[in-house]
Structures are given as structure tokens and as C-alpha cells.
């Protein structure tokens, strides 16, 4: 996803809630520090949010969720969390990022510090985030030292520790050796990080997990009011 289509999302997330800040969990978060990250890296297509001042209004993003009209009509959708739904390091919402200004409607977005996100995303380890984290790395996005420091604030079993030590010596090894390879084409490095990733998977040893109606009605109505304003496609980036 780009930018402007997370500010999209937030758009339709304050007409549908009435609440003008909401907390970026997941991926696109990253958006927060690097508003040009690579379409390669952020691949999906949700954007995970909290409601920062009512959470439970977040349920009503499930109006622009996912297999939503919005959902088929643009493409991406809100994915409405909580805090629950990730495993952060002490500390993180201190260190919350503003979402650069865009075309919101004066919703703002408060985005997870990219080493809390890389945190989050190597204690789930599914095989998706496994590949985040790689690019984190490999992209210098994020600094070892850093995540050390932040593994060791974090809530998990010495167990679950020890296996995000390995994976990140994995990541950063990866980097490391398209770092001292002289003069690679872009061809050769695509293929040291396709290696890195199977070698990276075949050593892997643990397994991995993977309010009122009314009021919702009329908030979606409404949303179907401001799109027509809006000219529908105006956002559609395609």
C-alpha cells in the first residue's frame, strides 16, 4: 500500500467513528518514519487500527473491512485491533510516530516506531512477517543493536527470546553479506536473498502460530455520502 491510501483508510475511519486519532498497529505503520517505503515491502492490503479515544469504536471499521464495499471498490481496507493484538516492547507508545500530514480530514495517525514493529513482527514469525523483518534488515530500516535492547523489554518467554536472537542474527547476517558482495548486480542480489530466506526457513526449529446498529447504519450511510462527495475514484491509485 502507499501512503495516500492509508490516508484513505483514516479518512473513512474518522467519518465512520467521529474520532480524529487512531494508533497504526501493523505494517503499514512504517509508513509512520518512511512515507516512500518500497511497494515490495509493504504488501498487504489492511490497515491495522485502534481507536485511540473510544477503542471500542474500532469495531465499527468493519463497515470499511475487509470483503466490505469499500474493500471491493478500492482494493485495501481498516482492520479494527486492539492492543492485545500485538506483542510490543515496553515503552512503545512513548515512542509513537505522527503519520506525515496527507489527505485525512484532520484524522490523524499515530504509527508504531519501526524497531517496535520489527519487535512485533519476530514474536508472531509467521512466514510473511519472517520476510518483513528480512527486508527490515537487509534495507537497514532498523539497527541490531536496537532490537536487542527492545527484545529485552519485551513480555515473552526466555524460550521465544532465544528464537528471535537467532532469527535476527539471520536478518542481519543477510545484510551483511549483500554488503560485502563488490559490485553485485541486482540480479545476483535478488538471488542471495531468496537463498538467505530458504536457508533461513529450512533452520527454522519452532513452529510458528499464526456500538449500536443504528448508529453503525447511519455511519455508513454517511461514509456513502462523503465517497459520492468525493468522487469515488479520486483516491483509487490504480
Known amino acids: 500500500m502507499k501512503k495516500r491510501q492509508v490516508d484513505h483508510v483514516l479518512r473513512a475511519a474518522g467519518r465512520i467513528t467521529g474520532e ?28 491495522d487500527l485502534i481507536s485511540k479515544g473510544d477503542p471500542s469504536r474500532s469495531e465499527w471499521l468493519n463497515v470499511i473491512g475487509q470483503d466490505s ?3 471491493e471498490q478500492f482494493g485495501y481496507y481498516a482492520d479494527p485491533v486492539d492492543e492485545s493484538t500485538a506483542v510490543l516492547p ?8 505522527d503519520l506525515p500530514e496527507g489527505e485525512t480530514d484532520g484524522v490523524r495517525g499515530l504509527c508504531l516506531d519501526p524497531h517496535d514493529l520489527a519487535i512485533a513482527k519476530y514474536v508472531t514469525s509467521r512466514d510473511k512477517d519472517l520476510v518483513f523483518t528480512r527486508e527490515l534488515a537487509t534495507r537497514g530500516l532498523v ?6 535492547v527492545l ?3 519485551t513480555w515473552v518467554s526466555e524460550e521465544v527470546r532465544d528464537r528471535i536472537r537467532t532469527q535476527m542474527g539471520r536478518d542481519f547476517g543477510a545484510k551483511h553479506a549483500l554488503d560485502s558482495t563488490p559490485h553485485a ?14 536457508d533461513w526457513l529450512k533452520l527454522r526449529q ?11 447504519g447511519r455511519s455508513a450511510k454517511r461514509l456513502d455520502q462523503d465517497s459520492a462527495r468525493d468522487d469515488g475514484l479520486e483516491f483509487d491509485d490504480e
Open 185 to 198: 548486480s541486482s540480479a545476483n542480489l535478488e538471488q542471495i536473498r531468496a537463498q538467505a530466506r530458504q
Open 143 to 148: 539497527a541490531q543493536d536496537r532490537l536487542k
Open 20 to 47: 480524529k486519532q487512531f494508533i497504526i498497529i501493523g505494517s503499514q505503520s512504517l509508513h509512520g518514519k518512511h512515507p516512500d517505503v518500497a511497494d515490495d515491502i509493504l504488501r498487504s492490503f489492511e490497515v
Open 90 to 97: 515496553k515503552g512503545w507508545r512513548a515512542r509513537l510516530v
Open 151 to 153: 527484545l529485552d523489554e
Open 69 to 71: 464495499h469499500f474493500h
Open 206 to 216: 519452532i513452529p510458528t502460530k499464526e456500538s449500536s446498529a443504528s448508529e453503525i
